[in-house]
């Protein structure tokens, strides 16, 4: 077990101007859950593979424990590594699979046999240990890969979006049991994903890339309440905040036909005469007709105890964190689920006060605290 | 009508029926049965014939082979079918001296078959072996001029065997070789590697990278990933390239009459066209001759038929 450091790490493909992976700056406790999610792209998996060892470091380096390996082999690094499409060998046996890096390694047969069984036990695999990959079923499989990583006990697990392959169901089943175990072994854990429901359940902390560029590395509950920035704040949750350009007033700003009081130092912070304002879709409230933000309801999302309202509003411009994101982004409300209004309908809505998320217009930074 | 078609087609396949009994339920009653039912005879009837022209000389072959001399040049093959217990005109006269005894030219079948073995075997394991390393470093390893290296093994195989037949003729005299097994097989490998080195390539660029890149991690050095995950992944690649590679060795003539010739090196194939003598002696053991010589090819054809189709276009398809 160690903490893991990526110092300044770059990867610039040949043929590219751009670095994929730009001067990565990450701390890993030692025994902590990191989670690395972003949209495709972004060099989260390069990033990953730059770790293990399979992707040259352009420049800059990368630490496990208090050894540099940025240019050592990756079977040299002692990780493990869980990938996507697992990559278990076919005409092996799961037992085989699971003993092979122990076998090359040249550990003894007893121990093998020892080791592989106590990880079959642990994810529950102890009566398929004879059988071959093609027999067994995904989750089951992705279940041989975890054991694969598990039974060399490495200083470090890396996994390649190892849920991704799986149904619904059984990738939220699978989340919880991949979070409970590494809190167990406590090995730790860098972990890639493009499902930000996957990062925030499973890390303790999560780093949100873009472009090969750090956005924001914190853990799920700050990076929620206090986004860095307008592409963390529009990437991190589920409905998606809305992201609106105001105008700056006197001790505030102007949402629709009132003014949300925002603080002093915010407002000095800005560049612009205008900022990008932040609201969590569960921060908007009814409010009467004439006052907040007049939005038109095109879809309504019953869940029963909420519902979300999908409209458009043409007070504000809608600001778009991602710009390689494809179409408008509808505003979305959460609201009382017992009496939502109707499709068609003209609601008004304004902010809680004291939650709001300010940016600046021109830099996308957040403002204030 | 649909009754008397059905028993055969069902026989034939398991899901013929069912998507006959739906097209027949779209189309208006017995019109479409009769439709697919007349499709299938036909198809039947051509295969059956082609598989009756085919057999039928290698059917004449084998009864020959066993008949003596006097019949066999006396009364065609299907006379047999008049009086197959007339025991006078069978023998295994002809195996027995075909295997033992020394032919017109000296060549014995029985030695001849060893040579066979000998010169087909390694000729068959050893490109394949070479190759299959050339494929994985191909495919796995990044060195300078890989591709160009590739294009030129690839590039060599528009280039006719018999263009380098005389130059190796020559290299071997020089090299002290000629009528050699080494010879053979250095011949043998030379014009079956570029082949090789692109089927296996092919099918080894369509293996799952990650599975490469798992036993990286898992600490595999290259020796090890060939031996314990590529070469295994690769059985059907490698033995479709065998059976191809066993049966043109094992078939060739050419380079084993220029490079062994005739004497005690001699390969069935030619010891097979030495049988006959010129004033015709002989004649009656070329069809027993013939059937030592294709029992080898049958026998590998038949234990490894299951790759022989599905190998070589997997290997040639994905890459």
Not at chain 1, 35 to 63: D, Q, Y
Not at chain 1, 311 to 333: C, L, N
Not at chain 2, 178 to 193: D, E, I, K, S, Y
């Amino acid at each position: 077990m160690a903490t893991v450091k990526f110092d300044e790490a770059t990867r610039l493909y040949p043929g590219n101007d751009k670095p994929s992976v730009d001067k990565l700056n990450i701390d890993i406790e030692d025994g902590e859950f990191l989670v690395l999610v972003g949209p495709s792209g972004c060099g989260k998996s390069t990033s990953l593979r730059m770790l293990a060892g399979l992707e040259e470091v352009n420049a800059g380096k990368i630490w496990i424990g208090d050894r540099d390996v940025t240019n050592l082999s990756p079977k040299d690094r002692d990780v493990a590594m869980v990938f996507q499409n697992y990559a278990l060998y076919p005409h092996m046996t799961v037992a085989d699979n699971m003993g092979f890096a122990l076998k090359i390694a040249g550990v003894d047969k007893g121990e093998i046999r020892k080791r592989v069984e106590e990880a079959a036990k642990i994810l529950d695999l102890e009566q398929y240990l004879e059988r071959k990959p093609k027999a067994l079923s995904g989750g089951q499989r992705q279940r041989v890969a975890m054991g694969r990583a598990i039974v060399r006990s490495p200083q470090v697990f890396l996994m390649d979006e190892p849920l991704s392959n799986l149904d619904a169901k059984l990738r939220v089943q699978t989340r919880t049991q991949i979070a409970s175990l590494q809190r167990r072994l406590g090995v730790t854990t860098v972990y890639v994903t493009h499902d930000q429901v996957e990062a925030m359940t499973m890390g303790d902390r999560v780093a949100v890339l873009k472009d090969g560029i750090l956005m924001q590395c914190d853990s799920p509950r700050r990076m929620y309440d206090h986004p860095d920035n307008v592409f963390v704040a529009g990437f991190i949750g589920s409905p998606a905040m809305n992201l609106l350009d105001v105008d700056v007033a006197d001790g505030g700003v102007k949402v629709g036909g009132s003014t949300v009081p925002v603080e002093r130092a915010i407002l000095d912070a800005s560049s612009g005469k205008n900022i990008t304002l932040g609201v969590r879709p569960e921060d908007l409230e009814l409010t009467t007709e004439g006052q907040g933000i007049p939005v038109t309801v095109d879809v309504v999302e019953e869940l029963g105890a909420d519902a979300y309202i999908y409209g458009s509003t043409k007070a504000h411009q809608h600001v778009e964190a991602d710009e390689d994101a494809e179409g408008e982004r509808p505003f979305i409300a959460r609201v009382d689920g017992r009496k939502p209004p109707k499709k068609g309908e003209t609601v008004f809505l304004a902010p809680k006060t004291g939650h709001v998320h300010a940016f600046d217009a021109s830099s996308g930074q957040r403002l204030g605290d | 009508m649909t009754d008397i078609m059905d028993p055969p087609r069902a026989g034939g396949s398991r899901t013929k029926p069912s998507r006959r009994s739906l097209r027949a339920k779209s189309a208006d009653g017995r019109g479409g049965g009769m439709v697919t039912g007349a499709a299938t005879w036909p198809v039947r009837i051509v295969l059956t014939f082609a598989c009756v022209v085919w057999l039928m000389p290698i059917a004449g072959l084998l009864i020959n082979s066993f008949r003596t001399r006097d019949s066999q040049f006396n009364s065609g093959w299907w006379s047999v079918f008049g009086n197959p217990l007339d025991a006078t005109q069978w023998t295994l006269n002809n195996y027995d001296r075909v295997l033992s005894s020394a032919d017109a030219n000296g060549a014995n079948m029985g030695e001849a078959f060893i040579n066979s073995l000998v010169v087909t075997v390694p000729a068959t394991v050893i490109p394949i072996l070479i190759a299959a390393f050339a494929a994985y470093a191909f495919t796995f390893m990044t060195w300078r001029g890989r591709n160009v290296i590739f294009v030129v093994i690839v590039g060599l195989l528009v280039v006719p065997n018999q263009v380098a037949l005389v130059p190796l003729l020559k290299l071997y005299g020089q090299l002290g070789i000629n009528q050699t097994f080494l010879a053979v097989w250095l011949t043998h490998l030379g014009f079956g590697m570029p082949l090789a080195v692109y089927i296996f390539r092919g099918y080894m660029s369509g293996l799952p990278g990650e599975i490469i890149e798992s036993a990286k991690i898992d600490g595999a050095s290259h020796f090890t990933t060939f031996w314990r995950l590529i070469v295994p992944m690769s059985v059907p690649a490698l033995a479709s390239f065998a059976i191809f590679q066993f049966l043109w060795v094992w078939n060739d003539l050419l380079v084993a009459l220029l490079f062994l010739g005739r004497g005690e090196n001699t390969v069935l194939t030619v010891a097979l066209q030495g049988l006959q003598g010129q004033t015709g002696q002989g004649r009656e053991l070329i069809p027993a001759a013939g059937f030592v010589t294709i029992i080898v090819p049958v026998l590998v054809f038949l234990s490894l038929q299951r790759f022989f189709i599905r190998g070589m276009t997997t290997g040639a398809v994905k890459g």
